[in-house]
């Protein structure tokens, strides 16, 4: 099973919105409505952002927001904030053999 | 408050064994839907999921790529879930983090749904160097 597909890296200016992508396949991304987003700082554990495509945890400033359209989930940010600069992994369930597959980790950078 | 704490940083030779826990507390454990995952994260490199254990009876699945690499168990009696290697090897370098696993758990085929991981550890590095 190979790793979902995210851009390396995403930027945006404060105050910009910007979208990560995490494109994967009929049998993951496209098959189950259970895509999470993680955040992780350098050197911390990672955080959970969004999870069930759209859904945002108790805590989670309402600026971030969850997608999906075929076999790709995208994470968006929105009124982008210094605090937002940190690595972004999208995960996936992937039937009962695989189980979840992760996506390959955005960094994005506020300018 | 639900907490995952997981054991100290290790340094190992190639070839040693190791077993390193995850100590999870603040909620029900006997919950069907509450699992304990591992996930790797080698140096500078993204998050691999690795595998699954549910505590309340140690139902346990793999990753494709980790099964048989290395074994994931637990003792609900101490509310703690391991992760263990038998011979260890230098590209298992790297940091291992637990997290607790939202699930859904079918009776009727008798596989679990995955969800997300709603809490984490705050990792265990590993380090196997001769």
């Known amino acids: 099973q190979s790793a979902l597909t995210q851009p390396r890296s995403v930027s945006g200016s404060p105050g910009q919105s910007v979208a990560i992508s995490c494109t994967g396949t009929?049998?993951?991304?496209?098959?189950?409505?259970?895509v999470s987003w993680y955040q992780q700082y350098p050197g911390k554990a990672p955080k959970l952002m969004i999870y069930?495509?759209?859904e945002r945890p108790s805590g989670v400033p309402d600026r971030f927001s969850g997608s999906k359209s075929g076999n790709t989930a995208s994470l968006t940010i929105s009124g982008l904030q210094a605090e937002d600069e940190a690595d972004y992994y999208c995960?996936?369930?992937?039937?009962?053999?695989?189980?979840?597959?992760f996506g390959t980790g955005t960094k994005v950078t506020v300018l | 408050e639900v907490q995952l704490v997981q054991s100290g940083a290790e340094v190992k030779k190639p070839g040693e064994s190791l077993k390193i826990s995850c100590n999870y507390s603040?909620?029900?454990?006997?919950?069907?839907?509450?699992?304990i995952a591992w996930v790797r994260q080698m140096p500078g490199k993204g998050l691999e999921w690795m595998g699954i254990?549910?505590?309340?009876?140690?139902?346990?699945r793999y990753s494709p790529s980790f099964q048989g690499q290395v074994t994931i168990s637990a003792d609900n009696s101490i509310s703690t879930a391991y992760l263990q290697w038998s011979s260890l090897k230098a590209s298992d370098t790297a940091m291992y983090y637990c997290?607790?696993?939202?699930?859904?758990?079918?009776?009727?085929?008798?596989?679990?749904?995955?969800?997300?991981?709603?809490?984490w550890g705050q990792g265990t590095l590993v380090t196997v160097s001769s």
């Open positions: 997290a607790r696993q939202i699930a859904y758990y079918n009776i009727l085929t008798g596989h679990p749904t995955l969800y997300h991981l709603d809490y």
């Open positions: 254990i549910y505590p309340g009876d140690s139902d346990t």
């Open positions: 995960c996936s369930y992937a039937g009962s053999y695989t189980l979840d597959v």
């Open positions: 069930d495509v759209s």
């Open positions: 603040g909620y029900s454990f006997i919950n069907i839907n509450y699992w």
């Open positions: 009929s049998s993951d991304v496209g098959g189950y409505n259970y």
